[in-house]
């Protein structure tokens, strides 16, 4: 029965509750300070935002307060849902339409009234009613809030208006979710999620902000840096110790004001003459050597690992592993466990579970491009094991796909901490495996320590799936994948192609990948990318002006990780001559590094490098850790890493067989030294220039 007055009095009491909760923010109170009581249907109260913004938010953010503060103020459990005032203008939904049938939230939530129709049945589809449900703690659908709350932040991002009063008001762009309550976990448990057969389908459009960002004014700019650096959930900003510029308080360091080119330490080429053929042979050289030696390598370790073969695949180690004496360890490659203990060291990666802890949905932006897949993603990290099983995830280079499998492990462990996760990239679980079986001989149990570590999970997420290679890796691979599926264990994986079309997977295999969901994600469209640049730039406690995030974002257009390397350089470039990061600076910082339409290679880059420090290719390739042959080939992997599309195993490779997380390493200590060292800067800089016309003059 409705009741105005009723209405009233529950949500005067409850506001004031709310208000006084300290624990809210002020951007929260503000919220609820928005709200207003429409009607009251028994245990369900009808609230009024003046935005979707707000409704977003509410529902998202300050979901649990809201119901504790209705249970409080009308002595009852209470639900409420939220319609926008039909005065007030109405920004574009963030949620999805019944239209949206290719959307995963959709199917999501049909599956969901279909399951659970008595959830919805009062209101009708969310957006078509006007009115958006919000479940009560026994009732809320995890699906929809899944992924609503993780677009939340992007609300922000692609919303020009919204950056700024975020700036103005000096708050963290990014709360902290509230964590679930145990009604909340109990009605997630209840959920069951259609599974779709198709293939990934078309993403629908995303409604974006109405502003359009051309015309957005230069003040837009992002949050304070020490603002974004106390964001809770702001994870790149956790990583403002790698980089002092994005620390509050940070000054920078005193160079002259204007750069000083050219800075190359005295090359004994000019940058016109051609690469020199010797180093460019030594390099194929090189490079079939280092194939060679690693695929005898490979070789070696098929032969010792099809000695104990059967025995693996029981999960024991068989004494006739023997014959894995004599192993001659690839060049270059340490054992798996020292490289892994690097990349620890060397990245945010977890200890236990290897996972990349700032890679989280809170940090990935979701758009046309990706979406889909970030929908999914959600829904298997809240579900591990019940929907999408196996999950693949591909597409190109640099577009998230690692990020998406940081992020489901993440957020799984974020829900139930006592879930074991593990990620690896196939490179890991080959050497690993390699390594076990090596092993064995000295200690029978190392290959069942290594089934027990892939197979004794509930997430096992694998990157980079077309790297598997070798026989006897893909059995085990095969039978790891066998074990979990049968115990209902998730398994995602990467791969840059789908699984159809992978190359040299045995068909059994790929017949499994298929059984599962299949999700493309593909380069960002324009807005994607300038909120992607938004959210980084905040992320890093870089003020970067609104116009110059579309030069960027509309120069910059397959890859994310392109997208990041050129927000670094104008970032630094300003920061270095302590000037305004004005468009007319950005465009030329940016004009070598967009001037050259021709394809770059590894040995123009390695060549040029060399000469440029007056080093030979071999000592780039080379094992020499001297301070000044280190440097340089940090730089050169930086630029290989930035200017061609190849993976950080290709390029680990290149330079000497070296481990993907010693080019990982490089890559960030350059990228994060550009906006601190004039010289580092100086060097890029001018690399790539000369690597440009180098390339230009062929
Ligand atoms: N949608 C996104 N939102 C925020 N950051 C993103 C997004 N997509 C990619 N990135 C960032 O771009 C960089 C490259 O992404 P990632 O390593 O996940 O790509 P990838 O598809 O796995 O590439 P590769 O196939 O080359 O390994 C990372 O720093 C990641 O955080």
Redesign the pocket.
């Known amino acids: 029965m409705a009741d105005m007055n009723d209405a009233a009095t529950i949500w005067a009491e409850a506001k004031r509750l709310l208000l006084a909760n300290a624990s809210l923010s002020e951007r929260y109170r503000t919220c609820v300070s928005g709200l207003k009581p429409f009607v009251c249907f028994d245990d369900m109260l009808v609230l009024e935002a003046p935005d979707e913004l707000t409704r977003l938010t509410i529902e998202t953010r300050v979901n649990k307060e809201v119901l504790q503060a209705l249970q409080i103020a009308s002595g009852r459990r209470m639900t409420f849902v939220i319609r926008i005032a039909s005065e007030a203008p109405q920004k574009p939904a963030e949620t999805t339409t019944p239209d949206d049938t290719n959307d995963a939230i959709t199917i999501a939530y049909q599956a969901q009234q279909r399951n659970h129709p008595s959830t919805t049945q009062n209101i009708g589809t969310p957006q078509t009613a006007g009115v958006s449900q919000t479940a009560g703690a026994d009732q809320r659908p995890r699906q929809t809030r899944g992924a609503s709350q993780h677009r939340q932040p992007q609300a922000d991002l692609f919303d020009l208006q919204a950056a700024e009063d975020a700036a103005a008001r000096r708050n963290p762009v990014y709360p902290t979710y509230p964590a679930d309550t145990a009604a909340n976990q109990a009605a997630t448990n209840q959920t069951n999620m259609a599974q779709p057969v198709a293939p990934m389908p078309q993403t629908p459009a995303m409604p974006v902000s109405t502003v359009p960002v051309s015309a957005a004014p230069a003040s837009a700019a992002p949050a304070n840096p020490a603002n974004a650096a106390t964001g809770a959930s702001s994870a790149f900003a956790q990583g403002a110790g790698a980089n002092p510029a994005a620390g509050a308080g940070y000054e920078y360091p005193s160079y002259s004001a204007t750069p000083s080119y050219p800075n190359a330490p005295l090359p004994v080429t000019g940058p016109n003459e051609a690469p020199l053929p010797q180093h460019a042979d030594a390099f194929a050289a090189q490079r079939a050597a280092v194939t060679a030696d690693s695929q005898a390598t490979a070789r070696q370790a098929e032969a010792q690992a099809q000695a104990i073969a059967g025995a693996s695949n029981a999960g024991e180690a068989s004494n006739g592993a023997a014959s894995a004496n004599g192993a001659t360890p690839a060049d270059g490659a340490q054992g798996a466990k020292q490289q892994l203990g690097m990349a620890d060291s060397q990245t945010n990666r977890d200890e236990e579970t290897h996972l990349n802890k700032k890679?989280t949905f809170d940090?990935?932006?979701?758009?046309d491009s990706?979406r889909f897949a970030h929908a999914v993603a959600v829904a298997v990290a809240e579900a591990p094991g019940k929907n999408f099983n196996p999950l693949c995830i591909y597409?190109?280079?640099?577009?998230?796909?690692?990020?998406?499998l940081n992020a489901i492990g993440n957020e799984a462990l974020r829900e139930n901490p006592s879930l074991r996760v593990r990620y690896a990239n196939s490179e890991e679980f080959t050497n690993e495996f390699i390594e076990a079986v090596r092993n064995s001989a000295n200690d029978p149990n190392v290959v069942a320590n290594f089934n027990r570590r892939y197979r004794e999970v509930d997430i096992l997420l694998i990157?980079?799936i077309q790297f598997l290679r070798g026989e006897e890796t893909m059995r085990q691979f095969f039978h790891t994948f066998n074990a979990l599926h049968q115990a209902n264990k998730q398994i995602v994986i990467?791969s840059?192609v789908a699984p159809k079309n992978l190359k040299g997977f045995e068909q059994r295999l790929i017949s499994r990948f298929d059984s599962g969901l299949s999700v493309d994600?593909r380069p960002?469209d324009l807005e994607?990318r300038i909120a992607?640049l938004r959210?980084?730039a905040q992320n890093s406690g870089m003020e970067v002006p609104n116009d110059v995030l579309t030069l960027i974002a509309e120069q910059v257009t397959d890859n994310?990780?392109e997208?990041?390397g050129a927000l670094t350089r104008v970032h630094a470039m300003a920061s270095l001559n302590r000037q305004p990061l004005t468009r007319a600076l950005a465009e030329q910082t940016l004009q070598d590094f967009f001037s050259s339409d021709v394809e770059i290679t590894p040995t123009d880059i390695i060549t040029t490098t060399a000469q440029y420090f007056q080093l030979t290719f071999d000592d780039l390739v080379g094992t020499s850790r001297t301070k000044n042959i280190a440097m340089a080939r940090q730089i050169a992997m930086y630029m290989t890493r930035e200017m061609t599309?190849l993976?950080?195993v290709d390029v680990g490779e290149i330079f000497g067989g070296r481990d993907h997380s010693t080019v990982m390493h490089a890559c960030k200590k350059i990228s994060s030294e550009m906006s601190e060292k004039r010289e580092v800067y100086n060097y890029v800089k001018e690399l790539t220039v000369m690597i440009k016309r180098k390339d230009s003059s062929k």
């Open positions: 890679a940090t990935f932006v979701a758009g990706n597409g190109g280079p640099g577009l998230g796909k690692t990020h998406l990157d980079d990467a840059d994600v960002p994607t992607i959210m980084k994310v990780r997208l990041e599309n993976s950080l």
